[in-house]
């Protein structure tokens, strides 16, 4: 099936500092991608929706400008969540739903571990 | 999207059939079922997926009532490797953008 990759899988950083997730599809192109947020022992949560070439769609009760979503190209989406608090601390997920060469599913990363000191 | 419902756990022995049971009562004639499944602290991996027609795939077979208000995933020799949270999500196909909502899911223990 599709690969999607996500940098960096892991980060550690100072309450206040921004910190920048990508989310790449390696052999197929996603018009949408999706970003996710889990928190221990819960449930995926949708954050927002990516969109190439327009701006993200959130989910009501997420910050649009706090966590601030870019998808330039076809392969490309980031995710930058701006002046982290610790509350911010999570599994970021993102996935990108693939219409043509691997069929009707949606492929997942395997996840971004952010802690906030 | 549909809401789905899911016992919060289950346990299998290993090299044994894991059947996990899915309700989707208010599915759409749109909507697909979708089954992911989360190991711990990876990102959700796909299973399979059906519209009302049974499918059988290396991983696992779904089965779907005529109605399409329930559902089973099977995985017909379940090993350790299987232990997860499984995922039962219904949405409309990838082709309408729609993102998937995930419930609760299963959390699936497979033992020795």
């Known amino acids: 099936g599709a690969v999607v990759s996500q940098h960096p899988s892991r980060v550690i950083c100072k309450s206040g500092t921004s910190v920048k997730i990508e989310c790449r599809s390696l052999?197929?192109?996603?018009?949408?991608m999706f970003w996710y947020r889990q928190f221990p022992k819960q449930s995926l949560m949708l954050m927002a929706t990516?969109?190439?070439?327009?701006?993200?769609?959130?989910e009501q009760g997420v910050e649009k400008d706090k966590f601030l979503i870019n998808h330039a190209s076809l392969t490309l989406s980031t995710l930058t969540v701006t002046s982290a608090h610790p509350e911010d601390s999570s599994f970021y997920i993102c996935?990108?739903?693939?219409?043509?060469?691997?069929?009707?599913?949606?492929?997942f990363g395997p996840g971004t571990r952010l802690t906030v000191l | 999207d549909a809401k789905t419902t899911q016992p919060p756990s289950m346990d299998c022995a290993e090299g044994r059939a894991a059947n996990l049971p899915c309700n989707h009562s208010?599915?759409?004639?749109?909507?697909?079922v979708y089954w992911y499944r989360q190991i711990h602290s990876q990102g959700p991996q796909y299973i399979i997926h059906?519209?009302?027609n049974n499918e059988t795939n290396e991983m696992a077979s779904l089965i779907i009532t005529e109605d399409r208000k329930s559902s089973t995933l099977i995985l017909p020799h379940a090993t350790l490797r299987d232990t997860a949270v499984y995922y039962c999500?219904?949405?409309?196909?990838?082709?309408?953008?729609?993102?998937?909502?995930f419930g609760k899911g299963t959390s699936l223990l497979v033992t020795p």
């Open positions: 996935s990108a739903r693939d219409t043509g060469t691997y069929g009707d599913e949606q492929f």
């Open positions: 052999d197929f192109q996603a018009t949408t």
């Open positions: 990516s969109n190439e070439g327009s701006k993200a769609t959130y």
């Open positions: 208010t599915i759409s004639g749109n909507e697909y």
């Open positions: 059906g519209l009302k």
């Open positions: 999500i219904v949405s409309p196909a990838a082709s309408s953008g729609y993102a998937l909502n």
